[in-house]
């Protein structure tokens, strides 16, 4: 079993920054790929980024010029930075990773970014 936390949500205004993060436990060895996803109310769960073993970087298109994902593999901790925050960005932010055939899921964080 894998288990993943996330932390660092909250409430910002615009034009603010937060920093995620997503500590991975349980039966995983070593680096693994992280990703993380959003979803905003009524909406489907989308791409944000994701980082390969080798912390080589991946964004959605809209996303990459504000956010930066990152990881500390001696902690088993991946990390999003989020800047110039918009209120669209509002949703809760989960991290994935696959381990043995499947996907593991936080159970997220909510971001909320006011006008």
């Known amino acids: 079993q894998v288990q993943l936390v996330e932390s660092g949500g909250g409430l910002v205004p615009a034009g603010g920054s937060l920093r995620l993060s997503c500590v991975a436990s349980g039966s995983i060895v070593g680096l693994n790929p992280m990703a993380w996803y959003r979803q905003a109310p009524g909406k489907q769960r989308e791409f944000v980024a994701r980082?390969?073993?080798?912390?080589?970087?991946n964004y959605a298109y809209s996303l990459k010029d504000r956010f930066t994902i990152s990881r500390d593999g001696a902690k088993n901790t991946v990390y999003l930075q989020m800047d110039n925050l918009k209120p669209e960005d509002t949703a809760v932010y989960y991290c994935?990773?696959?381990?043995?055939?499947?996907?593991?899921w936080g159970p997220g964080t909510q971001v909320t970014v006011s006008a």
């Open positions: 980082i390969t073993v080798g912390s080589d970087p």
């Open positions: 994935k990773t696959p381990w043995a055939g499947r996907d593991y």
